[in-house]
């Protein structure tokens, strides 16, 4: 198959992979990279690899994106082996070129990369059942207790100030002031429901300065779709989508998650009326987050998970509305008011949460009582 979205020919001189090439599948879940799987004759097995390009708009890095993304591949990799898992299954690996670069530089000065391609695996971009969100949870917490002792200060930061909910504010307030694209006069409403949530925004910032809540190494985009899970037994086998691996707040990842995970709808819905949050989602994500991180959270990291969750759909929204009010230069959109829509996606969820926060307190503290 020729493809205009890369050149197979000088990809396949660039790495040795097995087998013969015969075609690729896209990959375009994600907002970001673009992500294809290329397929070979393998000996009479299908034999497949990911390739990535990397989005440099976004990570304007890339060669420290891929010392960050080697050195946490190989860390959980390591601790998969240890543990007598399966590390092509339960970890990604990357592939080195010919000359030993952990990604491709192309003439055009594309960034490439090559990664294992797990099979026998499903992702979701909805939660079919509050059983998959459960598995999910268990998921990411493990990989939260997985990183926990990865070595901080050899990470860069991907993309700087990624889950700082002040500088998001900021760069909201920018991209309302300039109005790029001209569009500022059209989303008042959503304009001023984010400055009426102002406070929100520096209340987890506030307590990582005051020591209150601890650094950590983080995923930072727990997305339900980021999660491999096995065809076989349903459980959730691998964690994906590791660009932006970076110190943080075990927060950002929980909230992340729900954000995505809670809604009733998908993330572009245009109809608000089907946009709710489900707290029976919560409770079951949150059981199974907490059945594998628990023990090494604080109470302070427990007490705010239903704040958390709050605030990084805020943030999200806020991000979809700045890139609306900038021209959509930042997420990848497939119809002009693509941004504007998840936007008002995600306020509508913060005024669930907001709704139902009490509940979510209470369905926090249930589940950390019983896991004591
Ligand atoms: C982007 O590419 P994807 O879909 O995994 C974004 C996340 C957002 C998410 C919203 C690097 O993730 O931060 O939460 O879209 N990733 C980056 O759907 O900005
Ligand atoms: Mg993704």
Do not use: Q
């Given at each position: 198959m020729v493809s205009n979205l890369f050149d197979i020919e000088e990809i396949k001189s660039q790495y040795n992979f097995k087998g013969e090439y015969y075609d690729f599948d896209i990959l375009n879940n994600g907002h970001i990279n673009n992500t294809y799987v290329l397929n070979f004759d393998y000996n009479g097995c299908e034999k497949s690899y990911v390739l990535q390009q990397i989005n440099t708009s976004v990570f304007k890095n890339p060669e420290e994106l891929m010392r960050n993304y080697v050195g946490v591949t190989d860390f959980v990799r390591n601790k998969v082996i240890e543990a007598g898992g399966n590390p092509l299954r339960e970890s990604l690996k990357v592939y080195y070129t010919k000359?030993?670069?952990p990604f491709y530089l192309d003439k055009t000065g594309r960034y490439w990369r090559v990664i294992n391609y797990v099979i026998n695996t499903v992702s979701y971009n909805?939660?079919?059942s509050t059983e998959i969100c459960r598995k999910a949870g268990k998921t990411f917490g493990n990989f939260q207790k997985l990183l926990a002792?990865?070595?901080?200060?050899?990470?860069?930061?991907?993309?700087?100030?990624?889950?700082n909910t002040v500088s998001r504010y900021n760069d909201f307030l920018k991209a309302v002031e300039e109005d790029r694209a001209g569009r500022a006069a059209e989303v008042t409403k959503e304009i001023e429901f984010v400055k009426a949530r102002k406070?929100?925004?520096?209340v987890l910032l506030d307590l990582l300065e005051k020591g209150e809540l601890p650094l950590r190494v983080t995923h930072n985009d727990t997305k339900l779709n980021n999660v491999l899970f096995d065809k076989k037994t349903g459980d959730g086998i691998c964690v994906i989508d590791l660009d932006t691996v970076m110190p943080g707040l075990s927060l950002y990842d929980f909230g992340d998650s729900l954000r995505f995970a809670g809604?009733?709808?998908?993330?572009?819905?245009?109809?608000?009326?089907?946009?709710r949050f489900n707290t029976e989602i919560y409770r079951s994500y949150t059981e199974g987050y907490l059945s594998a991180a628990g023990d090494s959270l604080t109470p302070a990291e427990i007490y705010y998970l239903p704040f958390s969750v709050k605030l990084m759909t805020l943030e999200c929204g806020i991000r979809f509305l700045t890139d609306y009010l900038n021209g959509d230069v930042y997420f990848r959109i497939s119809r002009p008011e693509h941004n504007l829509d998840r936007c008002r996606t995600q306020f509508k969820l913060v005024e669930e949460i907001e709704e139902k926060y009490v509940e979510l307190m209470g369905i926090t503290q249930l589940i950390s009582e019983q896991l004591k």
């Open positions: 000359d030993g670069k909805f939660p079919d002792d990865y070595p901080a200060e050899e990470l860069c930061e991907t993309i700087p100030n990624f889950h406070k929100d925004c520096s809604n009733t709808a998908d993330e572009d819905e245009k109809d608000l009326s089907k946009v």
